[in-house]
């Protein structure tokens, strides 16, 4: 199981940004699949955007869409999501996950083999 740990959230007013990483424990990660998750207070846990590792292809979740930025930095077997014009409503904390790649994008949480303890993201008004 490759160990996530994810860091770079924090307390930004709204209308700011951060960026989040997600420092992996494989020295590769070109059969991976890596995610963020976010989950609220009182909500599910909502797909973000993932990125496939060997080829860098994305999908980002349409709640965030034009607003986020996934990428990869494969030296450093680091994931990043940016996180641009934030609202209140983007206010969770923020976990990265992992699992193998399959031909197609799976948005479901309970697929992902591994995930980090997550980082607390707080938008205030």
């Not at 860098?56 to 014009?85: E, F, M, P």
């Not at 609202?87 to 799976?106: H, L, M």
Request: glycine share 10%.
């Amino acid at each position: 199981q490759v160990q996530l740990v994810e860091s770079g959230g924090g307390l930004v007013q709204a209308g700011g940004s951060l960026r989040l990483s997600c420092a992996a424990s494989e020295r590769t990660l070109s059969t991976y699949t890596m995610s963020w998750f976010r989950q609220a207070p009182g909500k599910e846990r909502e797909f973000v955007a993932a990125i496939n590792w060997i080829d860098g292809h994305r999908l980002d979740g349409a709640s965030v869409k034009g607003r986020i930025t996934i990428s990869r930095d494969n030296a450093k077997s680091t994931v990043y999501l940016q996180l641009n014009s934030l609202t209140p409503e983007d206010t969770a904390v923020y976990y990265c996950a992992a699992k193998k790649t399959s031909g197609f994008f799976d948005l479901r949480a309970e697929v992902y083999e591994s995930w980090g303890q997550g980082t607390q993201v707080t938008v205030s008004s």
